[in-house]
């Protein structure tokens, strides 16, 4: 079966400070893992994803995930949050032959001034 | 870039009325979803269509339907809108799964039915 469990549901940070946001996911095949970000009423953006090249994945507005076998997590983090950083994100994992998406339940990240 | 187009940001319905949403996505992609977003209950798959003409129930088809007459098109049905379907609609499509490939959302349809 697969799941994905994002391990916090809401997120603050001051603005120039770290950001991490948690995913682990249960898969019984190789996955492919995405982020995504959600800003009010709008659209889920693909931030970046992983399909079994680079463990070390970068992405877009400075964002990167670490895909981690041994632990089953697929990490979001900047280095420095900014304010337009604000928003809902989602990880989401997929496997080949299963022709479905299992999306996280969704980190709110806060950021402070 | 990959473009989900939406038909309406922002629809105001009635009880009863039968009511149809519009997605249509320009990169020619065999798969097509729509999801209803809710606090606290995440993203929720109501139908997905893996070709023209093709569809498979998500986690939870009562009270909708779906078309997919022509591949960049797919539309979603209430067949007699309700209050408790109330909420934002996400439409996405994607290449086949086989190439790892991911989904690409519209900018969804806040629906409110009176």
């Known amino acids: 079966a697969q799941s994905v469990t994002q391990l916090d549901s809401h997120v603050s940070v001051s603005e120039g400070t770290p950001v991490l946001l948690r995913c682990n996911y249960s898969?019984?095949?190789?996955?492919?893992l995405f982020w995504y970000v959600q800003h009010p009423n709008k659209g889920l953006q693909l931030l970046l994803k992983?399909?079994?090249?680079?463990?070390l994945v970068k992405g877009i507005n400075g964002f990167e995930a670490e895909f981690k076998k041994s632990e089953t997590s697929f990490h979001l983090t900047k280095p420095s949050a900014h304010m337009s950083d604000a928003a809902e994100y989602f990880c989401?994992?997929?496997?080949?032959?299963?022709?479905?998406?299992?999306f996280g339940s969704g980190t709110k990240l806060n950021v402070k001034p | 870039d990959v473009k989900v187009t939406q038909s309406s940001r922002y629809l105001v319905k009635r009880t009863g009325e039968k009511v149809f949403l519009e997605c249509v996505q320009d990169?020619?992609?065999?798969?097509m979803f729509w999801y209803r977003q809710d606090p606290g209950l995440g993203l929720r798959l109501i139908y997905f269509?893996?070709?023209?003409?093709?569809?498979e129930k998500g986690d939870i088809p009562e009270g909708y339907s779906v078309s997919r007459e022509k591949k960049e098109r797919f539309s979603l049905i209430l067949e007699s809108a309700s209050t408790n379907q109330t909420s934002m609609y996400l439409c996405?499509?994607?290449?086949?799964?086989?190439?790892?490939?991911?989904?690409?959302f519209g900018d969804g349809t806040r629906l409110s039915i009176l």
């Open positions: 989401v994992v997929s496997v080949y032959n299963f022709n479905k998406f299992y």
């Open positions: 992983y399909t079994s090249a680079a463990t």
């Open positions: 990169m020619d992609h065999e798969n």
């Open positions: 996405a499509s994607s290449s086949p799964l086989g190439d790892s490939q991911p989904q690409h």
């Open positions: 269509s893996y070709d023209v003409k093709m569809k």
């Open positions: 898969s019984s095949y190789s996955p492919s």
